[in-house]
């Protein structure tokens, strides 16, 4: 085994704003871009704190539009606890 990563798919509220969804959310470890490499639009796969966010293309234009996503802060609600992620 060359390395492991773990993921974890959950399910909440995010918010931007007055916009509110329900959204399918995987959790991955910070080494997960290192083993997978997935093309990103804006931004560097490297976390800089456990707070960090990526999103799909999709997910960001529903929440900003045409704005810039990146530095951008969500709320993510899981079972009942809330926190603040930065994109």
Aim: aromatic share 14%; net charge negative.
């Amino acid at each position: 085994v060359a390395g492991m990563t773990r993921i974890s798919d959950r399910e909440g509220v995010m918010q931007y704003d007055d916009l509110v969804f329900y959204e399918h959310i995987r959790f991955v470890e910070p080494d997960f871009f290192d083993m997978f490499d997935f093309p990103l639009a804006k931004g560097t796969a490297k976390m800089q704190a456990p707070t960090d966010i990526w999103l799909a293309d999709h997910i960001a234009q529903k929440y900003f539009g045409q704005q810039e996503a990146v530095g951008k802060t969500v709320e993510i609600t899981l079972e009942g606890e809330k926190r603040s992620y930065t994109v």
